[in-house]
């Protein structure tokens, strides 16, 4: 089978876009927190569903046209194993020093100082985390913002 004959049950969806990326929190106010107030989205939904015991949140810069990040909190569940295979949700940034600065002035843990990219020293970026250990990468890359 070649690429073009794989892709062929695809063609209803060429117009379709990445909606969202979802991730497991364990403390919905600590997260918003993090997203809201360091971060600096806005939370665009906000439902709870007592017969499943959980809560959705979604949060982004624009409004859901673009990407966005679903929270999910399990109300049982009180902590998560983090997958092997999950890499981390990229933002653009303005200026990837200043935010670095202010979200450590914030008690979030920087896992990689904000700095040039190898093999690009154009760009720079840095690692942080969110309280519930996801990586996140500030970039600052010229036409990004």
């Avoid at 063609?11 to 993090?34: C, K, P, W, Y």
């Avoid at 303005?94 to 002035?105: G, K, N, P, Q």
């Avoid at 942080?128 to 970039?139: A, H, M, R, S, T």
Wanted: hydrophobic share 40%; with cysteine; proline share 3%.
């Amino acid at each position: 089978m070649t690429a073009t004959e794989h892709l062929e049950p695809f063609q209803s969806i060429a117009n379709g876009r990445l909606l969202h990326t979802m991730l497991r929190v364990r403390d919905i106010e600590r997260s918003l927190v993090f997203y809201v107030n360091c971060l600096g989205m806005r939370v665009l939904r906000h439902k709870d569903f007592p017969e499943g015991r959980f809560t959705l949140v979604f949060v982004g810069y624009e409004e859901e046209a673009a990407a966005v990040i679903e929270l999910t909190h399990n109300w049982d569940t009180n902590s998560y194993d983090l997958g092997t295979a999950f890499g981390h949700i990229a933002i653009s940034v303005s200026d990837v020093f200043a935010i670095t600065e202010f979200l450590a002035r914030e008690g979030v843990k920087i896992v990689r100082e904000a700095g040039p990219l190898k093999g690009d020293e154009r760009e720079l970026i840095a690692f942080v985390e969110n309280p519930d250990g996801y990586k996140i990468e500030l970039i600052e890359s010229p036409g990004r913002v």
